[in-house]
């Protein structure tokens, strides 16, 4: 393995985190930047992640923990928004049948707490109030100039800082000053066509665990999990006109969202109004939902993960899913430059980055796509969304439909290759498996 390899991560969401913990299982030297002044700050998100991430948290040693504090998810329930169920569907429970692991919700704040207290040395490798604010490259690597003056050198940086990504900002800076015209982005990829409210409130009760309820209807979907001890719901509103613009939504008008539609029915039998009055306005919040992808996911030592690169809405709940094989796949790619280079040079640099981009981006793609359809079938964007939702699908046969599409995306999906485990298997086999086994 090359000598001198350091590897610096933008961003301790779940996707930077796994990073991490697949960087250690390689024993390749890295620091984590969170620009935030805390690593788990905001509980009010709900996240379901499907049994291919569970498989590489299991990978890493911490699917049991997450076991413990997720709720295996079952059954889906689309309504309307007076209250009409359209249909019921067995959703999760066909996948973990199908693979062995299963569906489990939790807060997305769960989901980073339990990356982070696992995480060797956390306390030297996370470094929180690191804002990223300049990046400069050179043939042996980077230096990434933080907002409180301090410089962190590497040999590559890895932006897994979101949506409003800086790594991708500077990266796409650095392109356009550069000769290579193929590595130029869209300076605005990221259009928002929708906002939405991200909440939880306690558990009622009468609603049972691990449910899945989505409200259909026209310009706005409702989605509701529930788990153990909360109810997470997000109301997803289509904007008026999409918008490139950053903004930060104040309490009033978060207010003023939720109580223009109390008479809509988020579970059946609830309406939005009475899941609201239990619900803690620090447990909520209004954001833009942006929408994107794009070209090039690299420059140089610099290159992109999960929402930087690909960003949808939480309607196909695929986001972080992604996000996390994106990462499985980077490592790979990593470990296996470093095991046949003396160093990192910007050729096996090019090389690692550029076979992660060919390996993923047709799945990203393609989920990417389906999230963008699914955004606009349950808001009703056409009048042939609204007659096949209400009329048709109703007498589909949608479990087999669900699993005509998402079993290749979890059968093909990548693991750790140097982490050997024994995977747990289920109905249909898994493609790919570690290349090193377990003994």
């Given at each position: 393995m090359?000598?001198?390899?350091?590897?610096?991560?933008?961003?301790?969401?779940?996707?930077?985190?796994?990073?991490?913990?697949?960087?250690?299982?390689?024993?390749?030297?890295?620091?984590?930047?969170?620009?935030?002044?805390?690593?788990?700050?905001?509980?009010?998100?709900?996240?379901?992640?499907?049994?291919?991430?569970?498989?590489?948290?299991?990978?890493?040693?911490?699917?049991?923990?997450?076991?413990?504090?997720?709720?295996?998810?079952?059954?889906?329930v689309?309504?309307?928004?007076?209250?009409?169920?359209?249909?019921?569907?067995?959703?999760?429970?066909?996948?973990?049948?199908?693979?062995?692991?299963?569906?489990?919700?939790?807060?997305?704040?769960?989901?980073?707490?339990?990356?982070y207290?696992?995480?060797?040395?956390?306390?030297?490798?996370?470094?929180?109030?690191?804002?990223?604010?300049?990046i400069?490259?050179?043939?042996?690597?980077?230096?990434?100039?933080l907002?409180?003056?301090?410089?962190?050198?590497?040999?590559?940086?890895i932006?897994?800082?979101?949506?409003?990504?800086?790594?991708?900002?500077?990266?796409?800076?650095?392109?356009?000053?550069?000769?290579?015209?193929?590595?130029?982005?869209?300076?605005?990829?990221?259009?928002?066509?929708?906002?939405?409210?991200?909440?939880?409130?306690?558990?009622?009760?009468?609603?049972?665990?691990?449910?899945?309820?989505?409200?259909?209807?026209?310009?706005?979907?409702?989605?509701?999990?529930?788990?153990?001890?909360?109810?997470?719901?997000?109301?997803?509103?289509?904007?008026?006109?999409?918008?490139?613009?950053?903004?930060?939504?104040?309490?009033?008008?978060?207010?003023?969202?939720?109580?223009?539609?109390?008479?809509?029915?988020?579970?059946?039998?609830?309406?939005?109004?009475?899941?609201?009055?239990?619900?803690?306005?620090?447990?909520?919040?209004?954001?833009?939902?942006?929408?994107?992808?794009?070209?090039?996911?690299?420059?140089?030592?610099?290159?992109?993960?999960?929402?930087?690169?690909?960003?949808?809405?939480?309607?196909?709940?695929?986001?972080?899913?992604?996000?996390?094989?994106?990462?499985?796949?980077?490592?790979?790619?990593?470990?296996?430059?470093?095991?046949?280079?003396?160093?990192?040079?910007?050729?096996?640099?090019?090389?690692?980055f550029?076979?992660?981009?060919?390996?993923?981006?047709?799945?990203?793609?393609?989920?990417?796509?389906?999230g963008?359809?699914m955004?606009?079938?349950?808001?009703?964007?056409?009048?042939?969304?609204?007659?096949?939702?209400?009329?048709?699908?109703?007498?589909?046969?949608?479990?087999?439909?669900?699993?005509?599409?998402?079993?290749?995306?979890?059968?093909?999906?990548?693991?750790?290759?140097?982490?050997?485990?024994?995977?747990?298997?289920?109905?249909?086999?898994?493609?790919?498996?570690?290349?090193?086994?377990?003994?």
């Amino acid at each position: 393995m090359a000598k001198t390899a350091r590897v610096i991560i933008a961003g301790a969401g779940p996707v930077g985190l796994y990073t991490a913990h697949a960087l250690a299982k390689a024993n390749i030297d890295y620091v984590v930047l969170e620009q935030q002044s805390e690593i788990m700050r905001y509980r009010g998100a709900g996240i379901v992640i499907l049994p291919h991430a569970c498989r590489l948290m299991h990978q890493i040693g911490l699917l049991k923990r997450y076991e413990e504090v997720g709720t295996p998810m079952g059954s889906k329930v689309n309504i309307l928004q007076n209250g009409k169920e359209l249909c019921r569907f067995r959703l999760f429970d066909p996948m973990e049948e199908d693979f062995g692991y299963p569906c489990l919700g939790f807060s997305r704040g769960e989901l980073i707490q339990v990356l982070y207290e696992s995480l060797p040395e956390r306390e030297t490798r996370v470094k929180t109030n690191a804002r990223v604010v300049d990046i400069e490259t050179h043939a042996s690597g980077v230096r990434v100039h933080l907002a409180d003056g301090s410089i962190e050198e590497g040999d590559i940086i890895i932006g897994a800082d979101g949506v409003h990504s800086e790594t991708r900002t500077i990266m796409n800076k650095l392109a356009r000053e550069s000769p290579n015209t193929e590595d130029l982005n869209d300076e605005y990829p990221m259009v928002a066509h929708f906002q939405s409210v991200f909440a939880r409130c306690p558990i009622r009760e009468g609603i049972e665990p691990g449910i899945f309820v989505e409200t259909h209807g026209s310009g706005l979907v409702i989605q509701s999990s529930a788990s153990k001890k909360f109810l997470y719901y997000s109301l997803v509103r289509r904007l008026p006109t999409p918008t490139t613009a950053r903004r930060k939504f104040s309490d009033q008008e978060l207010e003023e969202e939720v109580k223009s539609f109390p008479e809509i029915y988020v579970l059946p039998g609830i309406k939005l109004k009475d899941i609201w009055a239990t619900t803690k306005r620090t447990e909520a919040a209004l954001v833009h939902l942006e929408e994107g992808m794009i070209d090039k996911w690299y420059h140089g030592r610099i290159v992109l993960l999960g929402d930087a690169v690909h960003k949808m809405t939480n309607i196909n709940g695929m986001g972080v899913n992604i996000g996390l094989q994106s990462a499985a796949v980077l490592v790979n790619q990593l470990y296996d430059v470093l095991n046949s280079e003396s160093c990192l040079s910007d050729k096996a640099i090019e090389k690692a980055f550029h076979s992660y981009q060919s390996l993923q981006e047709p799945r990203c793609r393609e989920i990417y796509k389906m999230g963008v359809d699914m955004s606009r079938f349950v808001t009703w964007s056409t009048w042939t969304a609204w007659f096949f939702d209400q009329f048709i699908v109703p007498w589909m046969n949608i479990e087999s439909q669900v699993k005509t599409q998402i079993t290749p995306i979890l059968r093909d999906s990548y693991v750790l290759d140097y982490v050997p485990f024994e995977s747990r298997v289920g109905q249909v086999p898994w493609n790919k498996t570690p290349k090193v086994q377990a003994q």
